[in-house]
């Protein structure tokens, strides 16, 4: 089982349309989530931690489920903007390092 | 605030050329500092990471080395490259003992 997996996509979406991305990680003794977001030829940049309750900052939602070793996220009403690739994080190595997942792409059309 | 540099934003370097890239952060202080490479198509892959002057770990055997001669510079070098050393090269930082990572705009390198 790899460490963390994705679905690669393309989610092909409309604008104002609700897509949801799904994360899946081996490692039991994980503590800290997140995702990014990397936009074509660019760095990944910090999008959102993802806490055990669940958090919501605007029109992005992450979720946690320990026991099942999931990870969510849902983006409300797209926009044009939102196109990007969504990468799945995991703490799972020494000295706090990340685990990449290779990421969901995300095209959302008008 | 902190912000994070890294040059050159591109090389095109012959097979067996030496390499270097360098990496600095502004703003913090003994930062954990970590060099990644995204192949095409793949997922980003870590290299090397650093808590502090002098100190680096390896995560993967490689023709490539890191250096971290002050607190907020880190190097990746190599005396030969190799056609599989091409790749989008990307530095990072955290705060000591705090997971989010921060990416500079990373160097895209091409070995012909």
């Known amino acids: 089982r790899k460490e963390v997996e994705q679905d690669p996509g393309p989610f092909n979406v409309p604008e104002g349309a609700t897509v949801a991305f799904n994360c899946t990680y081996s490692n039991s003794a994980s503590q800290s989530f997140f995702w990014y977001r990397q936009d074509c030829r660019k760095e990944p940049k910090l999008l959102m931690s993802v806490y055990s309750s669940g958090n919501e900052d605007g029109r992005f939602t992450a979720q946690l489920n320990r026991a099942s070793q999931y990870i969510s996220l849902l983006i409300r009403d797209s926009k044009l903007s939102d196109s990007a690739t969504y990468l799945c994080v995991v703490n799972g190595g020494s000295q706090g390092n990340l685990i990449f997942g290779k990421g969901t792409k995300l095209s959302v059309k008008p | 605030s902190q912000t994070i540099h890294q040059w050159p934003a591109t090389l095109v370097q012959p097979v067996g050329s030496p390499l270097s890239l360098e990496c600095t952060v502004e703003g913090t202080s003994n930062p ?13 892959q870590l290299l090397f990471y650093s808590v ?4 680096i770990s390896s995560e993967v055997p490689q023709n490539l080395s890191a250096s971290r001669p002050q607190d907020r510079q880190f190097i990746l070098s190599s005396k030969k490259l190799l056609l599989s050393d091409s790749g989008f090269y990307l530095c990072a930082w955290s705060h000591s003992g705090n997971y989010e990572q921060y990416f500079g705009p990373g160097t895209r390198l091409t070995v012909t």
């Open chain 2, 32 to 44: 954990n500092l970590y060099w990644y490479r995204q192949a095409a198509g793949r997922g980003l």
């Open chain 2, 52 to 55: 502090g002057i002098g100190q």
